[in-house]
């Protein structure tokens, strides 16, 4: 079972950006999905990005898509997530987690492993 661990969270005013890195034990990453989700006080956990395994697709929330970017390091075993033209909305605990197997793709209910979460506050 591969494990993960999230960096990079903290406070950071709206408009601005921040990179989330997820560390993986992972030899490569080619097979497995490589998510990011987050929780806000009060509302179920979400997913935000994804990357999919094998092919290397990626899909993310409505509520991200433009602002967001899921990618992985040339070695395959970091991922990260870069998130641009932030809002106080998204503030929350944002995770890591992975799922095994080919063609696997990101569900909150199908991960196989989670990092601790690394929070991330946008205000002014």
């Known amino acids: 079972q591969v494990h993960v661990a999230e960096s990079g969270g903290g406070l950071v005013q709206p408009g601005g950006s921040l990179r989330l890195s997820c560390a993986t034990s992972?030899?490569?990453?080619?097979?497995?999905?490589i998510g990011w989700f987050r929780q806000a006080p009060g509302k179920e956990r979400e997913v935000v990005a994804c990357?999919?395994?094998?092919?290397?697709?990626?899909f993310y929330a409505d509520s991200v898509r433009d602002r967001f970017t899921i990618s992985k390091d040339k070695a395959k075993t970091t991922v990260y997530l870069q998130m641009n033209r932030l809002k106080p909305a998204d503030t929350a605990v944002y995770y890591c987690?992975?799922?095994?197997?080919?063609?696997?793709?990101?569900?909150?209910?199908?991960?196989?492993?989670w990092g601790e979460g690394t929070l991330v506050t946008v205000s002014s």
């Open positions: 992972a030899f490569t990453l080619d097979y497995y999905a």
């Open positions: 990357l999919v395994s094998t092919d290397g697709g990626s």
């Open positions: 987690a992975a799922r095994g197997g080919w063609g696997a793709t990101c569900a909150v209910s199908r991960m196989d492993s």
